[in-house]
Nanobody, 127 residues
Framework: QVQLVESGGGLVQPGGSLRLSCAAR????????IGWFRQAPGKEREGVSC????????YYADSVKGRFTISRDNLKNTVYLQMNSLEPEDTAVYYC????????????????????WGQGTLVTVSS
């Protein structure tokens, strides 16, 4: 069974940092684009970051550029999202996801055609 399992969320003060982890089960994530999206109450889902399968090129939403870093460890079958300089506006449930499209060569419509995502991990930024 194909699964993604997120962890690492929690409560952090503004300006603080968290590292989210996304462990893949039932498939090798090194062959797929993997992304993070977030869902805050009353707001639309937002694609936050994505990492490619071939050359580890990355994408970041403008709202997190310069503060968040996505990376992958293929030996551990895990993708990470390092979040620094957190702001209250970053408060949301964070999900990792993939479209399971082994032939994808660019991000394109990635966040619109997701096939698998995890249960989410809550990030709360508050003093």
């Amino acid at each position: 069974q194909v699964q993604l399992v997120e962890s690492g969320g929690g409560l952090v003060q503004p300006g603080g940092s968290l590292r989210l982890s996304c462990a893949a089960r039932g498939f090798n994530l090194e062959y797929y684009f993997i992304g993070w999206f977030r869902q805050a109450p009353g707001k639309e889902r937002e694609g936050v970051s994505c990492i490619s399968s071939s050359d580890d090129s990355t994408y970041y939403a403008d709202s997190v550029k310069g503060r968040f870093t996505i990376s992958r460890d293929n030996l551990k079958n895990t993708v990470y999202l390092q979040m620094n300089s957190l702001e209250p506006e970053d408060t949301a449930v964070y999900y990792c996801a993939t479209d399971l499209n082994i032939g994808r060569s660019s991000m394109g419509d990635f966040f619109k055609v997701l096939e698998v995502w995890g249960q989410g991990t809550l990030v709360t930024v508050s003093s």
